[in-house]
Nanobody, 124 residues
Framework: QVQLDESGGGSVQTGGSLRLSCTTS???????VAWFRQAPGKEREFVSA????????YYADDVQGRFTISRDNAKNTVYLQMNALRPEDTATYYC??????????????????WGQGTQVTVSS
């Protein structure tokens, strides 16, 4: 099974920025790719998603205006630019591909090919 690979996590202070990358070397990235995050003791939650052309993007309310999702299909990579980071953004961030060839929502079960995750830690 194809697995996506995340990178770019790290530790920053409040207000800092990070850029996460999601890629796979085994095939072309899916039409819709999403980022999710999971903090210790909490359920995995939707962060953002993007369609193949990049013309449609979707964001969770609490990251809207701070995070930007984009993709470079020539590099087979989806990015998540995270600005104005807050301590509550601390989590393991995962990318995943939609099971359907279109955006189907924010439920983790609608996605597959999950990566191993990359840790983001924001200190106050």
């Amino acid at each position: 099974q194809v697995q996506l690979d995340e990178s770019g996590g790290g530790s920053v202070q409040t207000g800092g920025s990070l850029r996460l990358s999601c890629t796979t070397s085994r095939r072309t990235l899916s039409v819709v790719v999403a980022w999710f995050r999971q903090a210790p003791g909490k359920e995995r939650e939707f962060v953002s998603a993007i369609n193949f052309s990049g013309s449609n993007t979707y964001y969770a309310d609490d990251v809207q205006g701070r995070f930007t999702i984009s993709r470079d299909n020539a590099k087979n990579t989806v990015y998540l630019q995270m600005n104005a980071l807050r301590p509550e953004d601390t989590a393991t961030y995962y990318c995943a591909a939609s099971k359907l060839p279109y955006y189907s929502g924010r439920i983790p079960d609608d996605y597959h090919n999950w990566g191993q995750g990359t840790q983001v830690t924001v200190s106050s």
